[in-house]
Every structure is written in structure tokens, then in C-alpha cells.
């Protein structure tokens, strides 16, 4: 068995292959959650302060509870992760296995626009489950948390744990991918929710002088959204806030409030 065969777990039954991936994801979670959590939280936690959008940490009640809701979608993630590979290996979906199949340009243009595709999926779902009738089920676990730390990134309601794994079946669906471009874009997936996530804006102040600000999301944009409950529906980017006219209006000057804010100088 190669390397690529044990990571995808091809020769596994599906409960094994259900909990190699659910190990898997949270090997990767745990890494990247955990990476922003020393950082943030403990190592420069007072050198990083004036980037805290909100001043002041979540309580211990508040992260212990995200992480036990996170344990939970990364067992949800797992299952629905084993099963399209189990339907891919079944020849259901649009999957393919050798790169060769449909070259370099679309391996890495397959990327592209599985990012695209899924900032557009995260937002309308999102704005889905804002609607009243929705709410409580599928996203108030979510709001839980209107100071996140980096372990809310996961920390879902199971019924919305399905939906934000449901990009893994749609986009196998809808567009001929390979499993590690797949692979590459929930890197990226897990670097901007962290990142969004942990509560400090790293963004440079010039970013909101720019036309990026028409693109690019911001930490400051999805705390934010934690924060007032409405608005600022983006994942990646910030586009679908712009047209739709979601954006919360205090948003841009949120973000020069916070990266205004003096360094503060070293004691002795
Ligand atoms: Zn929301
Ligand atoms: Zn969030």
C-alpha cells in the first residue's frame, strides 16, 4: 500500500476508513487550531493585544465548549468524507486519481475554482441557516460564541456540520477533481477559518485604501459577524458581501479602529 492509498484509507472497510479520516482531519485541525491558540493565547498574547479585534479573551466555558463541539463535526466530517470516497472509488462522482488524466493546468485551475465555488456555497448556506426557522437548528451552536477563540472554527451544530461538509459530495459532483487538489483547498479552508476565527486582525491598515478590501476577507469581518449576528456573511473573500449589500456598515471602520490601535512600547 502506498502512502496516497493509506491516506485516502482505499483498502479499509467503511467504519475504518470513517475513522482514519476522522483522525486524519483532526490531526490537521489540532495542528492548526492548536498553532493559533499558542500563539495567540499564550506566547504573544500580550505583544498582540492591540490586534485583538475584541479586547478581551473568551471564557475557559466558552472554548471548552467549542472544542467538544468540534470533536463532534470532525467525527461528521469523517463519515461524510469516508462515504464520497467510498461512492469516488464506486465511480459516483467526478473524481479522478491520476493527474495525468487531466493534466497539470486543470489540477492546479481545479483548485481555483473549488475555492471560488466554495466561498459562494459557504455564504448562501450561511445565509440559509440565518433564516429564523433554520436558526436554532443548524447554526445557533455556532453563535454560541460571539468572542471566538481559534477552536470555533468547528464548533457546529451536527445538522450544520453536514452542510459545511456537503462541499466534499457537491464538488466532486460538479466538477472533475483530484483528490489532493481537493486536499490543498481545505488547507487553505482550515487557514482562513482559523484564522478568522483566533480574533486578531493581522491584515495591514493600507489593506482598506486598496481595491484588495473589494476581495479579500478579514478576521475583523467574520468576528464581527460573531459579534452582531448579522452581517458579514464571507468565507474567503469578500466579494458575495459586496454585491449582496451584506457587508455590516461599521465594518470597514471597524477594521482602521483596530489596526489604528498604538503598538505598545516594550517595559524594562
Ligand atoms: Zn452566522
Ligand atoms: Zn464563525
Not at 466555558?61 to 463519515?79: A, H, N, P, Q, W
Not at 470555533?152 to 483530484?178: C, N, Q, R
Request: net charge positive; proline share 5%.
Amino acid at each position: 500500500m502506498n502512502l496516497f492509498d493509506l491516506l485516502l484509507g482505499n483498502q479499509r472497510s467503511f467504519l475504518e476508513r470513517s475513522i482514519f479520516t476522522t483522525i486524519e482531519l483532526g490531526i490537521r485541525y489540532f495542528i492548526f487550531a492548536g498553532s493559533a491558540w499558542v500563539l495567540g493565547y499564550w506566547l504573544f498574547r500580550n505583544r498582540w493585544f492591540h490586534r485583538k479585534i475584541i479586547a478581551r479573551f473568551p471564557m475557559s466555558s466558552d472554548v471548552r465548549r467549542e472544542m467538544g463541539y468540534s470533536l463532534l463535526t470532525l467525527v461528521i466530517f469523517g463519515l461524510i468524507g469516508a462515504g464520497t470516497i467510498a461512492a469516488s472509488r464506486a465511480g459516483c462522482t467526478q473524481m479522478y486519481w491520476k493527474i495525468s488524466e487531466y493534466g497539470g493546468g486543470w489540477f492546479f485551475g481545479s483548485i481555483v475554482c473549488a475555492i471560488f465555488f466554495h466561498d459562494a456555497y459557504f455564504y448562501w448556506t450561511h445565509r440559509l441557516m440565518h433564516h429564523r426557522l433554520l436558526f436554532p437548528v443548524f447554526h445557533r451552536v455556532h453563535h454560541l460564541s460571539t468572542n471566538p477563540s481559534p477552536w470555533a472554527s468547528y464548533s457546529f451544530a451536527p445538522a450544520e456540520a453536514v452542510v459545511e461538509a456537503g462541499i466534499f459530495p457537491v464538488i466532486t459532483l460538479i466538477m472533475p477533481i483530484h483528490p489532493l487538489a481537493f486536499g490543498l483547498v481545505m488547507l487553505w479552508q482550515i487557514t482562513f477559518n482559523v484564522a478568522g476565527h483566533t480574533g486578531f486582525e493581522f491584515h495591514p491598515k493600507w489593506l482598506m485604501n486598496t481595491p484588495l478590501r473589494f476581495i479579500l476577507n478579514t478576521p475583523t469581518n467574520h468576528v464581527m459577524h460573531h459579534e452582531k449576528m448579522r452581517g458579514n456573511y464571507g468565507l474567503y473573500f469578500n466579494i458575495w458581501d459586496r454585491l449582496m449589500g451584506t457587508n455590516h456598515p461599521d465594518y470597514e471602520s471597524r477594521f482602521r479602529e483596530v489596526t489604528s490601535r498604538p503598538v505598545p512600547t516594550t517595559k524594562h
